[in-house]
Each structure stands twice: as C-alpha cells, then as structure tokens.
C-alpha cells in the first residue's frame, strides 16, 4: 500500500482508540489495520498501524482467531481449510481442535428447494462485530487522524452474496457528504481537487483502499455527524 504520512492534529493522538486510556511509552503497541491473520502470506508492504494500550491489543486475540478460523471454514466448507490456500485459518484450526469443534457446531447441511444439499454456517455474532469494530475505529484513525470512541450506532455484517443488486450499488459507492476530512489526514491527502467549467471545483474522495487485492479492502466515510 501507499503510506501518506499523517499530518492531521497530534493532539488526537496518545491515547487508545479501544478504550481511552492514555498511551504511556512503555504501555503501548503497534496494531496492524488491518489485523494481519486477516490477510493471506506474505503480508503487503506497509500495511496501516496504529497505536493501541498493550492490554485492549491481546484483549481482541481470541476473538480475532475465531473470525479467522470461521471465515476459513466457510470459505472452504469445512473446520479443515487447504493450508495452502488459507494458511493462518488452517493452522489456528490444526492447533485448536476445541475452537474447530464450536465451529463445527455451527454448521448444518440442509436440503435446498431443489434437493440440494445446502451448508449453513451460524456466526458468533458478538465475536465478529468486536473485531469489525476494533478494525472500523483503526482506519477511522488512520484515514482521518480521529478517534472514535463512542460506541457504534450500528454494525452490519453479511456476506456480499447475500445483498441485493441494490445493496451492492450502494456498499460499493461509498457516500461522502458535505464534510470534509481533517486537514492533514491521510484521507485529506487523497482528495482529488477536478476542475470543471466555470472555474468551478469539485473534491472526490478516493473510497476504497485496497490493503490486499481479493483478500481486504475498506472504504472510511465521513457525514454529518459521524464517521
Ligand atoms: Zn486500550
């Protein structure tokens, strides 16, 4: 990925965006935002970090492995993904035959309209938010210098199969109201600047960013009244 250097105010920084506390030299620890075990081997170069309190950090690991090892599972059909293709999932999985045993749990086969045979997996929803949210509050404060320590208004999670064309239009052209990004963040400094007739100008805001082609890609939005 491109690194911008982030020039947004520093007094929006030195404390954890997980839980407020202020970051003390000794206390504090580089987060990848993305969380890595998200993305496959070998990780693109300068991926975003931020800084988060020791404690939050190791506090997100159980949960982080069980959306790991789930999407892994689905996305093979069973608890034993192809360690080729899905490294970090087929080894959490390999180690922790009690974590594949809950998630085994969470799938049914049914039979479709047609006499198919169907696989059902049912997500541990709280589990999956927390890790959204932790990633969601990281690129917040990565793109637009900002922390956001209140809790989310709401958080939706679905596979993309599973939305409407609609839907899809919608996720895929991110809005971008009337707000501007800080001066300085990252976001700011990939605002394109077009010129159009009259002398008039417009601001585009480049919505998604790729962190691995296929793999992970987020889009940070900033309305009225939020991010
Ligand atoms: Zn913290």
Redesign the pocket.
């Known amino acids: 990925m491109e690194q911008l250097t982030d020039y947004s105010d520093s007094r929006n920084k030195g404390f954890?965006i997980?839980?407020g506390?202020g970051l003390r030299h000794d206390d504090s620890n580089r987060d990848y935002v993305p969380t890595r075990g998200l993305l496959n081997p070998p990780y693109p170069e300068n991926l975003p970090v931020v800084d988060?309190?020791r404690?939050?950090n190791s506090g997100f690991s159980s949960d982080e492995e069980y959306l790991i090892a789930f999407l892994g599972s689905v996305l093979s059909g069973s608890t034993r993904p192809d360690p080729v293709r899905l490294p970090t999932a087929s080894d959490l999985l390999a180690h922790s035959p009690r974590l594949g045993n809950r998630i085994d749990r969470s799938r049914t086969v049914q039979g479709n309209l047609w006499g198919d045979a169907e696989v059902l997996w049912e997500p541990e929803l709280d589990r999956i938010e927390r890790v959204l949210v932790k990633n969601a509050r990281g690129h917040v404060l990565y793109e637009l210098g900002e922390p956001m320590l209140e809790q989310p208004s709401h958080v939706s999670v679905c596979p993309i199969q599973a939305l409407t064309t609609h839907q899809v239009d919608q996720f895929e052209n991110v809005p971008y109201g009337s707000v501007w990004p800080e001066a300085g963040s990252r976001m700011m400094q990939r605002a394109l600047i077009v010129h159009g007739p009259g002398g008039a100008q417009e601001v585009y805001f480049d919505g998604w960013q790729d962190v691995q082609d296929g793999v992970y890609r987020y889009a940070v939005a900033q309305v009225s009244g939020g991010s």
């Open positions: 954890c997980h839980c506390s988060v309190c404690q939050c």
